[in-house]
């Protein structure tokens, strides 16, 4: 088995490669997400409920980093602008008509 550090040089340089490896992440987030709601539909004794509980949030967590596609918690917006930005002095006559509003 290859060293971590060599298998993400062979992703840096491997594009095919890349997609493989995340995709295999991908569907081994969705496997661990369906053993937790395993979890979540399993009776439990009063003494583990904390202990689930605190797996469960932790399948939360994971899911919205490692699939953040589907579960991520940030909304990103593209912002297309032309980099141009006008600045104005008003002069008394605009300040004027401003504050009489």
Same mark, same amino acid.
């Given at each position: 088995?290859p060293?971590?550090?060599?298998v993400?040089?062979?992703?840096? *340089?491997? %594009?095919?490669l890349k997609k !493989?490896?995340?995709?295999? #992440?991908?569907?081994? $987030?969705?496997s661990y997400?369906d053993s937790?709601l395993e979890l979540?539909?399993? *009776?439990? %004794?009063?003494q583990q409920? !904390?202990w689930?509980?605190? #797996?469960?949030?932790h $399948?939360?967590?994971?899911?919205s ?6 579960f991520? *918690?940030?909304i990103q917006a593209d912002v297309?602008?032309?980099g141009n930005?006008t600045?104005e002095?008003?002069?008394n006559?605009k ?7």
């Amino acid at each position: 088995m290859p060293a971590v550090t060599t298998v993400y040089s062979w992703m840096k *340089d491997d %594009e095919e490669l890349k997609k !493989q490896v995340m995709d295999a #992440r991908q569907l081994g $987030a969705w496997s661990y997400l369906d053993s937790m709601l395993e979890l979540l539909q399993q *009776d439990c %004794e009063p003494q583990q409920v !904390q202990w689930n509980r605190e #797996r469960l949030h932790h $399948a939360r967590w994971m899911s919205s980093k490692l699939l953040a596609g589907t579960f991520g *918690d940030k909304i990103q917006a593209d912002v297309k602008t032309d980099g141009n930005l006008t600045i104005e002095w008003a002069t008394n006559e605009k300040t004027k008509e401003v504050l009489s509003k």
